[in-house]
């Protein structure tokens, strides 16, 4: 087992402290143990609800050892040799005598052959140590362990109900696999019973599954799960972009083989606002059928220092976790608007995302969207960074027509009771958003919410309606021209 090599390997390099992020702690548990007896090393273990305890390699007592400053000074007065697991002891890192105590552990631990483990879900480390410490990365069960793991809950399932016919359907178990990457081993069995409804298996149960694994990894309320994706048939027009995303499709859900295996990186929906960006987003995760995740950017900007870097890493972690996905960056010009005014806090974000958008490969999907093109760092312009940036313009003639028709469908109206042709001709200018606008206004407008909407009350609508390519002319020209030749329009 490589992994256990490898943390053996810094117990007998004494390593004088081992910190492991992991909520795992059985399995590290008994790997510590393992390691400790195969160096012949005593082995403890504390937590501050049994105190410490001697768990094998010796007979030592620690009865009434409890208090985290406590055990620390029986670590370093004592000095016996032996690894130490301490869980959940982040809290008490904040103060002052157990990181002095800590310190001079470190300090002799190459003499005193001492190892400290730290475990908790999340640990940071105060500067004054973080010389003395590593930190070990648990790997994550890969396609085959989680294979094992669906198999063994299929087959507990078996023995619950024996006498009950249990649906397996081959393809959702599959499905059900790729949607478990990124989670530890219990949890991935924990989501897997989830799974399991009414003592079958189906593709139908994913979406719970999707849903139940976000709720089990977004501990920082940075990124939330979009439950609302969307088709190709709920938008007008984009037919460049949908053929683009048609295109990708098989590739970036494993259906189909590159010979190089570059998977889609992502795209960039800047255009006029209402144009429909944010519903294209949505249309990606809809239409390739994979979970929707947004980046709140107002959440993410933290006043303490470092927190905003570290929420950055961690939803971009998470997003890794749920791949494959697609990632929502909305209104991308105001979280990475690189200011003089917040201490550097734009510019460490945009950097950690670009990065990021370089050198991940897993199957996580940008679409950004920006309004104000001026505002969006060069860096994040240049090739590369997205596969393509697209430009939302105003619909013409056709796409309004497209327009009209779905958003009355959507009310319980037939478009064959309006005449598209003369709505599109009194919408020229419009955006998608105003056509709809105009559709609810006619609803509101309508004596007491009686009667029926009438192409009369829609045009009434439309005349009263001062568009935002008429209100703010000049910007939506400025905009229009600068993505001519830089950008490839949706239709």
């Given amino acids: 087992m490589p ?30 143990k393992q390691i400790s007896s195969s160096l012949s090393m005593r082995f403890f273990k504390w937590s501050y609800t049994d105190g410490m305890s001697l768990v094998s390699g010796g007979t030592e007592s620690t009865e009434g050892v ?43 631990a ?16 105060p500067e004054e140590i973080k010389h003395l410490a590593a930190r070990f990365e648990v790997s994550l069960p890969d396609e085959t362990a989680l294979t094992t793991i669906v198999n063994d809950v299929i087959k507990g399932l078996s023995v619950d109900y024996p006498r009950t016919s249990i649906k397996i359907d081959p393809t959702a178990v599959k499905l059900l ?16 019973k989830k799974a399991i409804r009414n003592q079958a298996i189906t593709v139908e149960s994913l979406p719970d599954v999707e849903k139940a694994k976000y709720e089990l990894l977004n501990r920082g309320g940075v990124i939330y799960f979009e439950h609302d994706t969307k088709q190709f048939s709920d938008i007008g027009g984009f037919k460049l972009l949908k053929k683009w995303l048609d295109q990708r ?39 390739w059928g994979v979970p929707l995740l947004r980046l709140d950017f107002g959440a993410l900007y933290d006043k303490y220092y470092g ?33 003089e005014g917040d201490g550097g806090v734009s510019r460490r974000v945009l950097g950690t995302l670009l990065t990021w958008m370089s050198e991940r490969k897993s199957a996580v999907f940008i679409a950004a969207t920006a309004n104000d093109i001026q505002a969006l760092p060069p860096e994040l312009m240049r090739k590369g960074r997205f596969d393509e940036i697209f430009f939302v313009d105003l619909p013409d003639a056709d796409v309004r027509k497209e327009i009209f028709a779905i958003h009355l469908k959507r009310r319980g109206l037939s478009p064959e009771g309006f005449n598209l042709d003369v709505l599109a001709a009194a919408s020229e200018g419009f955006s998608g958003a105003e056509i709809e606008q105009a559709i609810v ?51």
């Fill in 3 to 32: 992994e256990l090599n490898d943390l053996a390997a810094l117990v007998r390099s004494r390593i004088p402290i081992i910190v492991i992020e992991s909520r795992e702690e059985f399995r590290i548990t008994e790997m510590l």
């Fill in 66 to 108: 409890v208090e985290p400053t406590e055990v620390l000074r029986r670590i370093w007065s004592v000095k016996t040799p032996g690894v130490y697991l301490l869980y959940d002891f982040h809290p008490y890192l904040s103060d002052p005598r157990n990181v002095r105590l800590l310190k001079d552990i470190g300090q002799g």
């Fill in 110 to 125: 190459q003499a005193d052959r001492q190892n400290l483990v730290l475990l908790s879900y999340q640990i940071e480390i």
């Fill in 177 to 192: 696999v790729k949607n478990l990457n990124g989670l530890s081993a219990p949890e991935a069995e924990q989501i897997a």
């Fill in 249 to 287: 499709r098989g590739v970036f859900i494993g259906e189909q083989k590159l010979p190089n295996e570059d998977l889609p990186k992502g795209i960039l929906l800047l255009g006029v606002q209402g144009g429909g960006k944010s519903l294209a987003a949505k249309t990606v995760a809809g239409s």
């Fill in 307 to 339: 927190e905003t870097e570290r929420k950055t890493r961690e939803s971009l972690k998470m997003a890794e976790m749920m791949a494959p996905c697609v990632l929502w960056l909305d209104e991308l010009e105001k979280g990475v608007a690189t200011g």
């Fill in 441 to 491: 206004s006619g609803f509101y407008s309508m004596s007491g919410g009686s009667g029926n909407l009438t192409m009369s009350i829609l045009l009434d609508q439309l005349k009263t309606t001062r568009p935002l390519s008429v209100v703010m002319s000049e910007q939506v020209e400025s905009v229009r021209e600068w993505a001519k030749d830089r950008t490839v329009p949706v239709n």
